[in-house]
């Protein structure tokens, strides 16, 4: 597998080594071992999936306990998937980056504890699979704007996305509680 860096060290893009002939493909989409040694040594305790139409944006959430580590990807179609810095004693709090994962491109992206997670669906359609380092715990999930100014994501939207009443009530980054 290769490991790409982004503009946030912590967050790191994974591309597995693929082998495709005739019949297909396959990959290794999580190899404790491999991933250790490319710097990503989290025990998962949760997988998640997710369906959503063309331009569902869902996000911007983090646990401000039980922080969850995620390890994304998209298995049908495509999504553009942003992490954003949440820890104060961060150089890069408060910064934002995205990446295009696919179908095509079987890209993953790790994203550590600490950071707030959403991507937008940029296909007609896409499947969405995260394994989470820690448990979903509703109590301390908190919502950052998907739009908000200080942030300046460059989502590449086509109209005013679809989101949820959750969503549509996520705060400023500035009043945010943070790590």
Known sequence: ?????????????????????QRG?????WNARDFA???IASPFVQDNHSRSERNVLRGLHYQIRQPQGKLVRAVSG???DVAVDMRRSSQTFGKWVGATLSADNKRMLWIPPG????????????????????YYAPSH???IAWDDATLGI???????????????TGIRFVDAETY
Do not use: C
């Open 1 to 21: 597998m290769n490991v790409l860096p982004t503009e946030i060290p912590d967050v790191k893009i994974v591309e597995p080594k693929v082998f495709g002939d």
């Open 25 to 29: 493909f396959f990959f290794e989409s």
């Open 37 to 39: 040694a490319a710097g």
């Open 78 to 80: 495509e999504v553009f």
């Open 115 to 134: 950071f707030a997670h959403g991507f937008l669906v940029t296909s007609d359609h896409a499947e969405f699979l995260y394994k989470a380092t820690d």
């Open 141 to 143: 999930e908190r919502t």
């Open 154 to 168: 460059e989502w590449p939207l086509d109209g005013q996305p679809m989101i949820s009443a959750k969503d549509a």
